[in-house]
Nanobody, 128 residues
């Protein structure tokens, strides 16, 4: 049973930083992609960042390039989302998600429908 548990969200002022964690368990796959999505107030869920496990290839949303990074600790089965230079429009519930298949193309890595498992979400609120 695959489980993803996010943590680390909270309230932060604009310009600040937050690091989110996603602890994964029950992973039986030889390769997979783990990513972060977010859903802001009144908005649809959107792609943020993802990392392909086999080679560490990272895909970014344009809105977070240069501000957000994704990393992993294999020993802890945990991935991290480091968010710097936060802006009020970054306010959202952030979700960790896992795609159990290897994806060759960037467009496929970013496609929300390809993700099979989801965490419960952790809210991040950025105040001005």
């Amino acid at each position: 049973q695959v489980q993803l548990v996010e943590s680390g969200g909270g309230l932060v002022q604009a310009g600040g930083s937050v690091r989110l964690s996603c602890a994964a368990s029950g992973l039986p796959f030889s390769d997979y992609t783990m990513g972060w999505f977010r859903q802001g107030p009144g908005k649809e869920r959107e792609f943020v960042l993802a990392i392909r496990w086999s080679d560490g290839n990272v895909a970014h949303a344009d809105s977070v390039k240069g501000r957000f990074t994704i990393s992993r600790d294999s020993a802890k089965n945990t991935v991290y989302l480091q968010m710097n230079s936060l802006r009020p429009d970054d306010t959202a519930v952030y979700y960790c998600a896992l795609d159990r298949a290897w994806r060759a193309e960037l467009t496929e890595i970013r496609k929300i429908a390809n993700y099979n498992y989801w965490g419960q979400g952790t809210p991040v609120t950025v105040s001005s």
